[in-house]
């Protein structure tokens, strides 16, 4: 699916729909966030989080991931950015983080490649100030369920 966000607006309403796509899923899901620095991956992960009823979702630069749970989900919002190698994610636990309905969203997924689940949902953004290119990829039997509902 090929999209063009020609404002913020845009970019939220995606993240929003993709997020209520998500809500009724009952088993883990895994989001890869691809692009270069300012392609506004958090920007897309943040609305997707906000979705949920969290309002302060910061970026887990300097954290590695960042958890948000209520009584309706786990969201677990990681960024590779600074790894130096992919053992890292191991190191955290990454495994612990795939239980339940939960979802991963991933910033940076190929620079934790051999350590991550497969992407259910890909997302590759590009593109600078105001306007984006976003190619959304449906990858698993769940992704591609999900797919039904972002088109319907």
Request: aromatic content about 12%; glycine content about 8%; some cysteine.
């Amino acid at each position: 699916m090929d999209l063009i966000l020609k404002n913020l607006n845009d970019t939220k309403d995606v993240a929003e729909k993709l997020a209520q796509c998500c809500s009724d899923i009952q088993s883990h899901c895994v989001i890869y966030l691809i692009g270069d620095l300012g392609a506004g991956k958090t920007t897309f992960a943040q609305y997707f989080i906000r979705y949920f009823g969290f309002d302060r979702v910061k970026s887990p630069t300097y954290t590695l991931v960042e958890t948000y749970q209520n009584e309706n989900t786990d969201i677990h919002h990681f960024d590779c950015y600074r790894l130096t190698d992919p053992e890292e994610l191991e190191f955290i636990g990454i495994r612990e983080y795939q239980k339940g309905k939960s979802f991963q969203l991933i910033e940076w997924p190929e620079l934790g490649k051999g350590a991550l689940a497969k992407a259910d949902i890909s997302i590759k953004l590009s593109g600078y100030g105001d306007s984006r290119e976003a190619n959304i990829s449906f990858e698993t039997e769940l992704g591609k369920s999900i797919l039904e509902c972002a088109i319907g």
